[in-house]
């Protein structure tokens, strides 16, 4: 069975970086057959697209919030990361890693997602 | 991008009801439209993947279809498990997600 599970702080502060890892278990990123994406849900709100990132390092970037965001992948450790830049009150969300098929291009197997809030 | 409008944002049913819920495209799409359940505290499932199809596990009374720009999910009898939220995601261009439809008693 795929697990997916996120990493990283609560609490941060404005204009610092968020960083958060995804551990993936039951697949090996190596193997090359999946994107492994970002997604975020502001509190009581919708889903919004991060990124997603092939085994290779390729990474795919939401227009919206390119300029601040950096992806990378790990596959020693079977991990992906996501590093947000210049954080505001608006970034608090609960962010999910989540992987993302090729051939019917939907979000699979997700993580339980982690709450991250920007506040000083 | 391609924006997905959702409808209804709320719908209030009965435990063997029909519910339809909408996903209208804002430009011509292909069939790369999934429809995920979502409880709360939870991460979302996916119910229904390239508009039609049902993912392996997911009870018979879920399907979807599609006339032109509109992409609906129904659930043909409610059950007590269906009471969550619903949210529609394109993958034609970079993925967008619909707003979502709390299913509530």
């Known amino acids: 069975q795929v697990q997916l599970q996120e990493s990283g702080p609560g609490l941060v502060k404005p204009s610092q970086t968020l960083a958060l890892t995804c551990s993936v278990s039951?697949?090996?990123?190596?193997?090359?057959?999946?994107?492994w994406t970002w997604i975020r849900q502001h509190p009581g709100q919708g889903l919004e697209w991060i990124g997603h990132?092939?085994?290779?390092?390729?990474?795919y970037l939401n227009p919206s919030l390119k300029s601040r965001v950096t992806m990378s992948v790990d596959t020693s450790k079977n991990q992906f990361s996501l590093n947000l830049t210049s954080l505001l009150a608006a970034d608090t969300a609960l962010y999910y890693c989540?992987?993302?098929?090729?051939?019917?291009?939907?979000?699979?197997?997700w993580g339980r997602g982690i709450l991250v809030t920007v506040s000083s | 991008d391609i924006q997905m409008t959702q409808s209804p944002s709320s719908v209030s049913a009965s435990v063997g009801d029909r519910v339809t819920i909408t996903c209208r495209a804002s430009?011509?799409?292909?069939?790369?439209l999934a429809w995920y359940q979502q409880k709360p505290g939870k991460a979302p499932q996916i119910l229904i993947y390239?508009?039609?199809n049902l993912q392996s596990g997911v009870p018979s009374r879920f399907s979807g279809s599609r006339s032109g720009a509109d992409f609906s999910l129904t659930i043909s009898s409610l059950q007590p498990e269906d009471f969550a939220t619903y949210f529609c995601?394109?993958?034609?261009?970079?993925?967008?997600f619909g707003q979502g439809t709390k299913v509530e008693i």
């Open positions: 989540a992987r993302l098929t090729p051939n019917w291009h939907i979000f699979d197997y």
């Open positions: 039951g697949d090996f990123i190596s193997n090359g057959d999946y994107s």
């Open positions: 430009q011509t799409m292909s069939r790369w």
């Open positions: 390239a508009a039609t």
């Open positions: 990132i092939s085994y290779t390092g390729n990474a």
């Open positions: 995601q394109q993958a034609d261009s970079f993925p967008t």
